[in-house]
């Protein structure tokens, strides 16, 4: 729009899932498409429930200037019995560009905050379930940019006794939104909390080739998340 004028509303859905299927699957480059954000050029997102991947578009269709809407979009999600939505989300729902932990009745007691996007979100989520961890919150980025840091401040301060915040993602560390969010999510922070981030290792290719690999990095990257 800068250079010509011109809006472009077109809507990308791109392959991006780290299911042991191999680079082509998780080929959708995060990362460049971040470093190109600014000046509200584009907006980026990482949809992890059909109600708010119903949102994104209707948003999309009614915004005044139309800009590209860039989805991740990890195939194994779209038939997860876990990523539902109810009738009243989408009826009477709206988009959301973070998702608070809706299964934290009280936020005092948490130690730990998990920041991800995505399908490893269920992952994470299903660890935490089976070995019964209470001092955890898991929170959802669902749209990298237009970054609203003002929402996520508002998350992130109502955790009064997180003094450890993780950022999880399923790419390796020199990929995805890591280094996009590093700075971002820092300035956040107090100072008495500590930041870091869970990935898999530093890869000149955006995936193994091989699904046994695969299987056992996202096992170690789910494990880590929670003894940092």
């Keep these: 729009y800068e250079k010509w004028g011109l809006s472009n509303g077109v809507v990308l859905l791109l392959p991006h899932g780290y299911e042991g299927q191999g680079p082509e699957h998780s080929s959708a480059r995060l990362e460049r498409f971040?470093?190109?954000?600014?000046?509200?050029?584009?907006?980026?997102?990482?949809?992890?429930?059909p109600a708010n991947y119903f949102h994104v578009l209707r948003r999309q269709?009614?915004?005044?200037?139309?800009?590209?809407?860039i989805i991740m979009s990890p195939?194994?999600?779209?038939?997860?019995?876990?990523?539902?939505?109810s009738k009243d989300e989408f009826i009477n729902g709206s988009f959301q560009e973070f998702f608070d932990d809706d299964t934290i009745s009280d936020k005092t007691k948490i130690k730990r905050l998990l920041i991800t996007s995505g399908k490893v979100y269920y992952d994470l989520l299903k660890y935490r379930r089976k070995n019964k961890i209470t001092d955890t919150a898991i929170i959802r980025i669902e749209q990298f940019?237009?970054?609203?840091?003002?929402n996520l401040k508002q998350i992130i301060d109502s955790y009064k006794n997180a003094d450890s915040v993780v950022w999880v993602q399923e790419e390796p560390k020199n990929m995805g939104a890591w280094n996009f969010l590093n700075q971002k999510?820092?300035?956040?922070?107090s100072d008495k909390q500590s930041f870091h981030c869970t990935s898999r290792p530093e890869a000149a290719s955006s995936a193994v080739g091989?699904?046994?690999?695969?299987?056992?990095?996202?096992?170690?990257l789910i494990k880590d998340a929670f003894l940092l």
Excluded at 75 to 85: F, G, Q, T
Excluded at 145 to 150: D, R, T
Excluded at 212 to 220: C, G, H, K, T, Y
Aim: overall charge positive; aromatic content about 4%.
């Design 34 to 49: 971040l470093i190109l954000c600014a000046e509200n050029n584009m907006q980026v997102c990482n949809i992890s429930t």
């Design 210 to 220: 091989s699904a046994r690999i695969s299987n056992q990095l996202q096992v170690e």
């Design 185 to 189: 999510i820092s300035e956040l922070l």
């Design 75 to 85: 195939k194994s999600i779209l038939r997860l019995p876990e990523a539902r939505s």
């Design 145 to 150: 940019y237009p970054f609203k840091k003002e």
């Design 61 to 69: 269709k009614r915004l005044a200037i139309q800009t590209p809407l």
